[in-house]
């Protein structure tokens, strides 16, 4: 079992930053991607990011060249770096982990106001 704590989330101005941290606790063997995804209210649960064990990563477009993934094996932490955030990056956000098949966070609200 895993279980996934995020952190990090909060209240920005439009064009500030937050950076979001996911720890992953509990008895597993190997993790292996990580990720992170959203849901506005009234909309689905979409891929903001993912990494491989090896690093590789994935963005949706509407986030490529702002936020940045990265992980920390030895913990077993996700990071999210979100730069020029913008109103519609408004949402709540969820940790995403595979072992032997997949666990979610709690979420973390993050709000940009114009």
């Known amino acids: 079992q895993v279980q996934l704590v995020e952190s990090g989330g909060g209240l920005v101005q439009a064009g500030g930053s937050l950076r979001l941290s996911c720890a992953a606790s509990g008895t597993f063997f190997v993790i292996n991607t990580m990720g992170w995804y959203r849901q506005a209210p009234g909309t689905e649960r979409d891929l903001v990011a993912t990494i491989t064990r090896g690093g590789t990563t994935n963005y949706a477009d509407s986030v490529k060249g702002r936020f940045t993934i990265s992980r920390d094996n030895a913990k077993n932490t996700v990071y999210l770096q979100m730069n020029s955030l913008k109103p519609e990056d408004t949402a709540i956000y969820y940790c995403?982990?595979?072992?032997?098949?997949?666990?979610w966070g709690q979420g973390t609200q993050v709000t940009v106001s114009s």
């Open positions: 995403n982990a595979l072992e032997r098949r997949y666990y």
